[in-house]
C-alpha cells in the first residue's frame, strides 16, 4: 500500500469475521439430494445466497452437482449467471419472482427462467415469445394456499392456452407450514397442486423446500428447491439440526472495563449491575444484523466467551455491544467472541432474538471480514477460475 490506507490485514483485525464452510455447504447439498431420491435438488441462492456470498456459495454448489439455481430477482439472475459464466453443463437459473414488467429480453439475453405468477405476466411472456419466433422456457408458479404468488384455480385455463406460445419447462408451489410437520396445510397444499398440475400441460412438477424434504411422505415429485438448510440452518425445528453447521461469526473485544454495583451501561440506562460485574465492549451492532430485539426481551441474547455463555447486557447499539463477563476466564482487548458457531447457532440466536433464522442469515452485516473455507471438506479437485469475489459477492 502506497496511498497511506491500512493493509486488508490490517484493517481485519478490527473487523468481526464471518467465516463460511463451503465444504460443509457442499456436504449438506449433498445430504439433500440424496434424501430427495430420485428428484433433482436444486439450491435457492436468493438475497446474495442467504447472505453468505452467491459467488463462492454457487461456485460450491455447483461443484458438487447442483445443475439448478433459483434467486428471487433479475438483477440476482445476472449476477449467477456471471458467477457461473464458464461453468459447463450450463446451469438453469429460475427468477422466483417471476416476470418484472418491459424486462423478457433481459431474461432471454441471460438465459434466465422467469417462474411466471400471474396472468399479467404470462400473456408478457407469451406475446414477447411471440414475436421473437423462439418459445423460450417458463416455469409457473401455482398458487396453493399463500396467496403471494401464483395462479389461482381460476386461471388454469387461460394459463394453459397462453402456454403454447413458450415452453412450460416446471410447475412449482411453496408450502406455508413445512416446518410445522402437524400442520394440515401440508397436505392440503399437497393435493392443490395435484389438481393444478392436472389441468396444465404435462411439466416437472416441484414443492418442497428444506423443510418440505423432511416431512413425512414428502412429495419429492421431480425437483426439490432447498435454501436455508443448505446454509445450516435448521429445517426441523423442534427436533435436532440433521444439517452440518456452515456459518461462524466471531467478533472483537474492544475493551474490558469493572462497574461496580449500581451502575447502568449502554442506552437508556436499560441496565444497573446487581453487584461488581466486569463487561466487555464487542464490536458488532444492530448495523452488523445483530439484532437489536436480542437485548430487548426479558431474557438477553448470549454470546459464547472463553468457554462461558455471556449475556448481552443493556442496549444493543449500532456499532457496540456490551457483555457480563464476570462468570468467564481472563479475556483482554483484542480476543474474540464466538456470535455464532458451534455453540450458538442461527436457530439459537433467532430465537433469542424474537426471529427466524432466516432473517439472521440475511442481514448478515457488510463490515464483516468474509473467510470461505473448506472445513473437513477437501477443496474440489479441478481449481475452477471461482469469479472475483468482488464482483460476485456484492455485499462482501
Ligand atoms: C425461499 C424459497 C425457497 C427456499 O426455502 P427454504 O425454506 O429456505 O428452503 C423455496 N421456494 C420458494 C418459492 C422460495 O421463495
Known amino acids: 500500500m502506497t496511498d497511506g490506507a491500512a493493509s486488508e490485514e490490517t484493517r481485519a483485525m478490527g473487523q ?3 467465516t463460511v ?3 460443509a455447504l457442499a456436504e449438506n447439498w449433498r445430504r439433500l439430494s440424496t434424501r430427495a431420491r430420485g428428484a433433482e435438488c436444486a439450491a435457492v441462492v436468493k438475497a446474495n445466497a442467504y447472505g453468505l456470498g452467491i459467488g463462492p456459495v454457487a461456485q460450491a454448489l455447483f461443484d458438487v452437482g447442483c445443475r439448478t439455481f433459483f434467486v428471487a430477482h433479475l438483477g440476482e439472475g445476472e449476477i449467477l449467471r456471471r458467477v457461473l ?3 459447463a453443463p450450463e446451469p438453469r437459473i429460475f427468477i422466483l419472482n417471476g416476470l418484472a414488467p418491459a424486462s423478457a429480453r433481459f431474461y432471454v439475453e441471460s438465459q434466465l427462467i422467469p417462474i411466471l405468477g400471474s396472468l399479467p405476466e404470462i400473456a408478457e411472456w407469451a406475446e414477447f415469445c411471440a414475436s421473437d419466433g423462439v418459445a423460450h422456457p417458463a416455469g409457473l408458479h401455482i398458487d396453493t394456499g399463500m396467496n403471494r404468488l401464483g395462479l389461482a384455480a381460476r386461471d388454469l ?5 397462453l402456454s403454447n406460445s413458450f415452453t412450460p419447462v416446471l410447475a412449482m408451489s411453496h408450502f406455508i407450514s413445512a416446518e410445522d410437520i402437524s400442520a394440515p396445510t401440508n397436505r392440503l397444499q399437497i393435493e392443490r397442486f395435484e389438481q393444478a398440475c392436472a389441468q396444465l400441460p ?3 412438477a416441484s414443492l418442497c423446500n428444506s423443510s418440505g424434504l423432511f416431512l413425512e411422505d414428502a412429495p419429492f415429485l421431480d425437483l426439490c428447491r432447498p435454501g436455508y438448510a443448505l446454509y445450516g440452518g435448521n429445517p426441523t425445528p423442534g427436533s435436532d439440526n440433521p444439517m452440518r453447521r456452515v456459518v461462524g461469526l466471531s467478533s472483537l473485544v474492544l475493551q474490558v472495563r469493572d462497574v461496580a454495583a449500581g451502575e447502568t ?3 437508556n440506562a436499560r441496565w444497573t449491575a446487581p453487584s461488581r460485574r466486569r463487561l466487555a465492549t464487542i464490536n458488532l451492532g444492530y448495523a452488523d444484523g ?3 430485539s436480542g437485548s430487548e426481551g426479558l431474557i438477553a441474547a448470549e454470546v459464547f466467551a472463553a468457554g462461558h455463555y455471556c449475556p448481552i447486557v443493556g442496549r444493543i447499539s449500532m456499532d457496540l455491544s456490551i457483555i457480563d463477563v464476570s462468570e468467564t476466564g481472563p479475556l483482554r482487548r483484542g480476543d474474540r467472541v464466538e456470535i455464532l458457531g458451534p455453540n450458538i447457532s442461527i436457530d439459537g440466536l433467532a430465537a433469542e ?4 433464522g432466516y432473517e439472521i442469515l440475511t442481514r448478515l452485516g457488510a463490515r464483516f471480514r468474509r473467510e470461505y473455507i473448506y472445513g473437513a471438506e477437501p477443496p474440489p479437485e479441478t481449481p475452477t477460475d471461482a469469479p472475483a469475489s468482488e464482483e460476485a459477492n456484492p455485499s462482501a
Request: proline content about 11%; glycine content about 12%.
Open 21 to 23: 464452510d463451503l465444504g
Open 202 to 204: 404435462p411439466m416437472p
Open 16 to 18: 468481526s469475521i464471518l
Open 290 to 292: 445483530f439484532p437489536r
Open 157 to 161: 385455463k387461460l394459463a394453459r392456452a
Open 85 to 87: 459464466r464458464d461453468s
Open 265 to 267: 451501561a449502554g442506552y
Open 353 to 356: 432474538s424474537g426471529t427466524i
